[in-house]
């Protein structure tokens, strides 16, 4: 079985979303300012222009990915990535309600009602030997304090939000300590840290 | 002249202090984790016990630094640092009120009482050629809004505070975008971030 991982692109203010989903063009800068070209399979996501590094690591990292969880809430906002997510793996979804205008299970979205357990449970399912990575935000914190996280990776950008949605929301269990980074890896205006949760 | 720089050991989640002047202990483990020994100029800071990445970065930076801006509450909680500094530079403490039991201005500290550019300006007359660095917190946030600021060095650790003072305490101009990072390097649990302000 793989790791479970969670992260996400954050201000280092921690914020993974500024206020009102404001922010994702600063957070996503360092997905347009390179001049390596990775393809997205999302049709409405344009293919990433990285730098070297960061195309290095990101292709490492995607191609080693079998599943993801993200939370009713983004898979909405994102109008389902026009039906694919860009990574090109199937996405089980988190929610309380199921989706009244396609199938619960599919090859590219697979709902989920039972709780985080359930959906990181059937993501290692679909991944099998490949890791499972959890969304930022309200899922990620779910998944730490349930103990099913195993690696936190980080991409920091050099800009203040303020406000917003912490990496971990509303996390109870603070202080929480990781070790590492066990990787540094520095992109144009982004750097990637990568953490392990102490079990 | 040289720059003037703010910044300070940060958690994930980006506070420079936990809640109620907590996590000290934890923000601050890499002071005492490694075999290279820096002593203080302060009576009651032990040495820092450094890995040797640390120890030449801050070696360095230490050797560079002319005089220390802080605000009143820090100078208060620390007790003066028992009369010195660790870094055993003059430190120009901006304040409402002056003190009763020094004097105004010595070798180790000077008050200011006409805001953060008059502290930054007496620091720097202080500094002669050498840098001045600034206190995170509400001191880093007033010099950023006053375009005083040229760098920040942040130094990241593992761990997730929940909540507490922010590194830019209430910044108004949100969100703020800085240039790089310039330099990053790898302590033990650590990772040192250096950063420019855009002007």
Redesign the interface.
């Known amino acids: 079985m793989g790791k479970v991982i969670t992260g996400g692109t954050m201000?280092?203010?921690?914020?993974i979303a500024?206020p009102n989903e404001?922010?994702f063009d600063?957070l996503f800068q360092w997905y347009g300012n390179g001049d390596v070209e990775i393809p997205t399979a999302s049709p409405n996501v344009p293919p990433l222009r990285l730098s070297a590094a960061s195309a290095e690591l990101l292709q490492g990292e995607w191609g080693n990915t079998g599943a993801l969880v993200v939370g009713r809430h983004l898979y909405d906002m994102t109008n389902a990535w026009g039906g694919r997510h860009p990574m090109g793996v199937t996405v089980v979804v988190l929610t309380h309600r199921l989706p009244e205008d396609r199938p619960v299970a599919d090859e590219n979205f697979v709902f989920v009602t039972e709780g985080i357990g359930a959906a990181v449970a059937k993501a290692q399912e679909i991944a099998g030997d490949k890791d499972v990575v959890v969304n930022g935000g309200q899922m990620a914190r779910q998944c730490l304090e349930a103990g099913l996280l195993d690696e936190i990776g980080?991409e920091?950008v050099?800009?203040?939000?303020?406000?917003g949605t912490?990496?971990?929301a509303d996390?109870a269990a603070?202080?929480?300590?990781?070790?590492?980074?066990v990787k540094?890896v520095?992109g144009a205006?982004v750097?990637h840290?990568r953490?392990r949760v102490r079990k």
Do not use: H, K
Not at 11 to 15: A, E, K, N, Q, V
């Open positions: 201000s280092l203010d921690g914020y500024g404001s922010g600063l980080i920091l050099p800009v203040v939000l303020g406000s912490p990496l971990f996390l603070v202080p929480a300590q990781f070790d590492g980074p540094v520095e205006g750097t840290l953490y």
